[in-house]
Nanobody, 117 residues
Framework: QVQLVESGGGLVQPGGSLRLSCAAS????????MGWYRQAPGKQRELVAT?????????NYEDSVKGRFTISRDNAKNTVYLQMNSLKSEDTAVYYC?????????WGQGTQVTVSS
């Protein structure tokens, strides 16, 4: 079992920044892949970014966030981060942390991000 707890969401103006954190209940070095997804009202949940546990951590980003968002991990803190810069109104959504371990998928409870003036 992997428990994931997100934090860092909130209200921010367009062009602003937020950093989301996802704390895992066990060593993230044992988790094959971790990532962030988001779900806006009336839309399906979509992938935002992922990072693998191997080597330096291979990353992958959804096209609309490339160059603005950065996913990273701190193995010592068992935490994965999502640094979000140049935020746009269309980034407004509930952001969920995700982990894949031993072929099972785990989700956090989500954190709301609202981009509005």
């Amino acid at each position: 079992q992997v428990q994931l707890v997100e934090s860092g969401g909130g209200l921010v103006q367009p062009g602003g920044s937020l950093r989301l954190s996802c704390a895992a209940s066990l060593s993230i070095a044992s988790i094959y892949k971790m990532g962030w997804y988001r779900q806006a009202p009336g839309k399906q949940r979509e992938l935002v970014a992922t990072i693998t546990s191997g080597g330096g951590g291979s990353t992958n980003y959804e096209d609309s966030v490339k160059g603005r968002f950065t996913i990273s991990r701190d193995n010592a803190k068992n935490t994965v981060y999502l640094q979000m810069n140049s935020l746009k109104s269309e980034d407004t959504a509930v952001y969920y942390c995700n982990a894949i371990r031993d072929a099972r998928m785990y989700w956090g409870q989500g954190t709301q991000v609202t981009v509005s003036s």
